[in-house]
């Protein structure tokens, strides 16, 4: 076979395979203006968007953006205009002051082609036969029409576009008494037989799927959360969500429930999870998730602190994921006689490296580590960057928090200098004008803890500004610094987290810090020994 004819044997190959692909999930016609999704996504609906006035439709009297004419279209129920008797689309051509029918409601059909979903309408018959074709578009947004109107290459064709969360599978379905029966910690059933919501796509095995996301109704806290998967970050483990909050200077976390206190319900048509928390816990902080369908994007939102239940936060998640038959995976169901519980999950016990503090601050020995009195410490030294260059140069205010217009920079244990900040821990610098002014001096370096049990922080001071990096736990093998820019409490004070090994508890008592500090003696006399000379 020759080489062309391969190639175009292939060509044929990949649009035939793409046009499978493109036309595997379809809208199977349910009603006038219903369609219910093939791959169990849900329904479409439109008829929260029809006007029941038989003279004044959904959309009446629409300039076209390509023709000069005007058009009318209700979606569900016929209306009448001028000599348009019962129709669901109407064009009115001003110069003749005519009406002509586009469509009959009767006639209404819900049709694939290839990713675009139109529902069509025709009107006439033989040569006065008019076809029209709304394109249904997904939009979470404000519902907007828009007429395009004639086609230019095809007589008595017309084209609308219609954006809608209504052309959302289930955006504005009606309520349903289906209810979601939990099978799993991140998973449960639908009880019309629509699918599975299963979200294991969206949680992350190596730490939380939505890190640091603040609440519009607050600054000082910022949020974290996962499903499935029980995550660390700093004091909160082994969480479902968590919460990083400012006291006194000191960002401290929370556990906000765990994953195997999950559970499903239902409150209408709205999906929610909610966390529990540890009998133990005596703070008892709890989480409300609720579950948005949505078929093209995911999102995660914080409302924070619910006003109406005292120790529980609200968010939201928006993934295909939440809907029915989307992602799901294989799963075990229980019994039909008995009602599933949240299956187990297996949560790993802190390691030996983050067993907390016990009942003393952490004194503090050099620039950039400290001591609890249980023999567990804090050792940064292995950050130090002696280059004259920062660990940390010219980040900007970590998401979701907006662009202040300055770059901060940050070295822990050794000075450095940038500009006319010198020998400097923290330095702030104008992104446009790129002058610096310092935020705290490395020799400054105080380490101080909320509380008798942490977590920690370290204070660097210059002048009147006061720099406070809260120090993060994490088992990933990364630093990271997030900046949280100026304190809006506390007047030329600012806020930076430092996530790294580094800042994990060790174990090994005064010995292995003062190992360190040995170490560190040695070498400057090593250098001085050989400048000497």
Same mark, same amino acid.
């Given at each position: 076979?020759?080489?062309?004819?391969?190639?175009?044997?292939?060509?044929?190959?990949?649009?035939?395979?793409?046009?499978?692909?493109?036309? %595997?999930?379809?809208?199977?016609?349910?009603?006038?203006?219903?369609?219910?999704?093939?791959?169990?996504?849900?329904? +479409?609906?439109?008829?929260?968007?029809?006007?029941?006035?038989?003279?004044?439709?959904?959309?009446?009297?629409?300039?076209?953006?390509?023709?000069?004419?005007?058009?009318?279209?209700?979606?569900?129920?016929?209306?009448?205009?001028?000599?348009?008797?019962?129709?669901?689309?109407?064009?009115?051509?001003?110069?003749?002051? /005519?009406?002509?029918?586009?469509?009959?409601?009767?006639?209404?059909?819900?049709?694939?082609?290839?990713?675009?979903?139109?529902?069509?309408? +025709?009107?006439?018959?033989?040569?006065?036969?008019?076809?029209?074709?709304?394109?249904?578009?997904?939009? *979470?947004?404000?519902?907007?029409?828009?007429?395009?109107?004639?086609?230019?290459?095809?007589?008595?064709?017309?084209?609308?576009?219609?954006?809608?969360?209504?052309?959302?599978?289930?955006?504005?379905?009606?309520?349903?008494?289906?209810?979601?029966?939990?099978?799993?910690?991140?998973?449960?059933?639908?009880?019309?037989?629509?699918?599975?919501?299963? $979200?294991?796509?969206?949680?992350?095995?190596?730490?939380?799927?939505?890190?640091?996301?603040?609440?519009?109704?607050?600054? %000082?806290?910022?949020?974290?959360?996962?499903?499935?998967?029980?995550?660390?970050?700093?004091?909160?483990?082994?969480?479902?969500?968590?919460?990083?909050?400012?006291?006194?200077?000191?960002?401290?976390?929370?556990?906000?429930?765990?994953?195997?206190?999950? %559970?499903?319900?239902?409150?209408?048509?709205? $999906?929610?999870?909610?966390?529990?928390?540890?009998?133990?816990?005596? =703070?008892? $902080?709890?989480?409300?998730?609720?579950?948005?369908?949505?078929?093209?994007?995911?999102?995660?939102? %914080?409302?924070?602190?619910?006003?109406?239940? =005292?120790?529980?936060?609200?968010?939201?998640?928006?993934?295909?994921?939440?809907?029915?038959?989307?992602?799901?995976?294989?799963?075990? /169901?229980?019994?039909?006689?008995?009602? #599933?519980?949240?299956?187990?999950?297996?949560?790993?016990?802190?390691?030996?490296?983050?067993?907390?503090?016990?009942?003393?601050?952490?004194?503090?020995?050099?620039?950039? *580590?400290?001591?609890?009195?249980?023999?567990?410490? +804090?050792?940064?030294?292995?950050?130090?960057?002696?280059?004259?260059?920062?660990?940390?140069?010219?980040?900007?205010?970590?998401?979701?928090?907006?662009?202040?217009?300055?770059?901060?920079?940050?070295?822990?244990?050794?000075?450095?200098?940038?500009?006319?900040?010198?020998?400097?821990?923290?330095? =702030?610098?104008?992104?446009? #004008?790129?002058?610096?002014?310092?935020?705290? =001096?490395?020799?400054?370096?105080?380490?101080?803890?909320?509380?008798?049990?942490?977590?920690?922080?370290? *204070?660097?001071?210059?002048?009147?500004?006061?720099?406070?990096?809260?120090?993060?736990?994490?088992?990933?093998?990364?630093?990271?610094?997030?900046?949280?820019?100026?304190?809006?409490?506390?007047?030329?004070?600012?806020?930076?987290?430092?996530?790294?090994?580094?800042?994990?508890?060790?174990?090994?008592?005064?010995? #292995?810090?003062?190992?360190?500090?040995?170490?560190?003696?040695?070498?400057?006399?090593?250098?001085?020994?050989?400048?000497?000379?």
């Amino acid at each position: 076979m020759a080489l062309y004819e391969i190639t175009l044997l292939l060509l044929v190959s990949c649009v035939l395979l793409g046009t499978n692909v493109a036309s %595997a999930s379809t809208c199977e016609q349910s009603g006038p203006c219903t369609c219910r999704m093939s791959d169990g996504a849900g329904e +479409i609906d439109l008829s929260a968007l029809a006007s029941s006035d038989s003279v004044l439709p959904a959309f009446q009297n629409v300039n076209s953006t390509g023709d000069d004419y005007v058009y009318s279209y209700n979606p569900c129920q016929p209306f009448t205009q001028g000599t348009c008797k019962g129709v669901s689309a109407c064009q009115y051509v001003p110069k003749l002051k /005519t009406y002509f029918p586009l469509g009959t409601q009767d006639s209404a059909k819900f049709i694939q082609e290839g990713q675009d979903l139109t529902l069509r309408y +025709i009107a006439g018959q033989g040569s006065s036969k008019r076809e029209t074709k709304v394109k249904l578009v997904c939009d *979470a947004g404000e519902t907007t029409f828009i007429a395009e109107g004639q086609d230019p290459n095809v007589i008595n064709l017309y084209h609308f576009t219609l954006k809608s969360p209504c052309a959302c599978p289930g955006g504005c379905s009606k309520p349903s008494n289906a209810t979601c029966r939990q099978v799993g910690p991140c998973s449960c059933n639908m009880t019309d037989g629509s699918g599975t919501v299963d $979200l294991h796509r969206v949680g992350r095995k190596d730490g939380p799927a939505f890190r640091d996301i603040m609440s519009p109704n607050e600054v %000082a806290d910022l949020y974290s959360y996962n499903p499935c998967y029980p995550f660390s970050l700093g004091s909160c483990r082994d969480a479902a969500a968590c919460v990083s909050t400012q006291t006194h200077g000191v960002h401290m976390e929370n556990s906000l429930g765990s994953q195997d206190k999950a %559970a499903f319900f239902n409150t209408g048509s709205n $999906l929610y999870i909610v966390y529990g928390t540890d009998r133990n816990d005596s =703070k008892g $902080l709890t989480s409300l998730v609720q579950l948005v369908c949505d078929r093209h994007r995911e999102s995660f939102e %914080a409302q924070g602190p619910n006003p109406q239940e =005292k120790g529980q936060y609200l968010f939201t998640l928006r993934s295909p994921c939440a809907c029915p038959g989307m992602c799901e995976t294989p799963v075990t /169901t229980p019994p039909a006689h008995t009602t #599933a519980p949240p299956t187990p999950v297996t949560v790993p016990h802190p390691s030996p490296n983050t067993t907390q503090p016990a009942h003393a601050a952490c004194v503090q020995y050099g620039t950039c *580590a400290c001591m609890f009195k249980n023999g567990s410490y +804090i050792d940064l030294t292995s950050l130090e960057q002696t280059s004259g260059e920062p660990l940390f140069k010219d980040h900007p205010l970590s998401s979701p928090r907006r662009d202040d217009g300055f770059y901060y920079s940050f070295n822990p244990c050794a000075p450095f200098t940038e500009g006319k900040c010198e020998d400097v821990a923290v330095c =702030k610098k104008n992104s446009l #004008a790129g002058s610096e002014v310092s935020l705290g =001096k490395q020799d400054s370096s105080t380490f101080a803890t909320a509380n008798e049990n942490g977590p920690v922080a370290i *204070a660097y001071a210059s002048e009147n500004r006061m720099s406070i990096v809260s120090l993060r736990c994490t088992e990933e093998k990364r630093d990271r610094l997030i900046v949280l820019g100026a304190d809006p409490k506390v007047p030329n004070t600012y806020e930076f987290i430092l996530e790294s090994p580094q800042c994990c508890l060790h174990k090994g008592g005064a010995t #292995a810090v003062r190992g360190s500090l040995m170490w560190i003696v040695c070498a400057l006399t090593f250098l001085l020994v050989n400048g000497w000379r």
